[in-house]
């Protein structure tokens, strides 16, 4: 399955669409694509739009992935995100028109500071100012501090994972998906590392337990 190509199946349930952003080398689009295999698995119409900037690590990633409609275009309107998932803090300022009033934003705190912010001739937004910022397009923001990431077997969870376990958790994704649902299509994508991926799906999952998450 090609996920660069939009990707319909039948049996609509509900239309909700995912915006997803961050820079290269995090996984972001492995996320989607993960969303959409257990969506398509599930007979739910999904349409996965991947996105790429600079073909480099710290490039400007994003997707957008529409759920639920049988016919649809590639890009989700202004305010017309159910649910925002960065994983980089700068980059989220770039999702925030998208953020539907009262839909749900879920950020994992990595910074990667750009050449000018490391020079010192831009500055580097603080995590309160994208916090204001979501919170006045009307989003719900929950923040994943990249240091209370678990450990297994000595070494930090895939960080990616661990977000989309926290989703399936905390927003109403939970709605479409069962995490079952997605640990079936983790556990078929790696034949190696599976259960290091499943371990970091259920982290996510049970972080608000450990208040690994905090809210706004």
């Not at 079952?180 to 996510?204: C, P, Q, T």
Request: contains cysteine; hydrophobic residues 45%; proline residues 6%.
């Amino acid at each position: 399955m090609d996920s660069s190509l939009p990707v319909t199946h039948h049996a609509s349930r509900i239309a909700f669409d995912i915006y997803l952003v961050g820079v290269g080398g995090q996984g972001v689009l492995t996320i989607g694509e993960i969303i959409t295999a257990a969506a398509f698995q599930k007979g739910i119409p999904v349409n996965f739009y991947p996105t790429k900037g600079m073909a480099q690590r710290g490039g400007f990633v994003k997707a957008q992935l529409r759920i639920g409609r049988e016919t649809v275009g590639p890009s989700i309107p202004e305010k017309g995100a159910d649910l925002v998932i960065a994983t980089e803090v700068s980059e989220l300022l770039k999702a925030v028109r998208f953020i539907k009033p009262g839909g749900d934003v879920l950020l994992f705190g990595f910074v990667w500071a750009p050449t000018a912010v490391m020079l010192g001739k831009a500055p580097y937004p603080t995590l309160e100012q994208v916090t204001e910022q979501v919170v006045a397009a009307g989003g719900a923001m929950r923040h994943i501090a990249p240091e209370r990431l678990p450990s297994y077997e000595g070494v930090p969870v895939p960080d990616n994972i661990y977000v989309l376990g926290a989703a399936l958790a905390q927003t109403r994704l939970c709605e479409i998906l069962a995490v079952s649902d997605v640990a079936g299509i983790v556990r078929n994508r790696w034949k190696r590392g599976a259960e290091r991926n499943l371990f970091a799906l259920d982290a996510g999952v049970k972080a608000q337990t450990r208040r690994n998450l905090a809210w706004h």
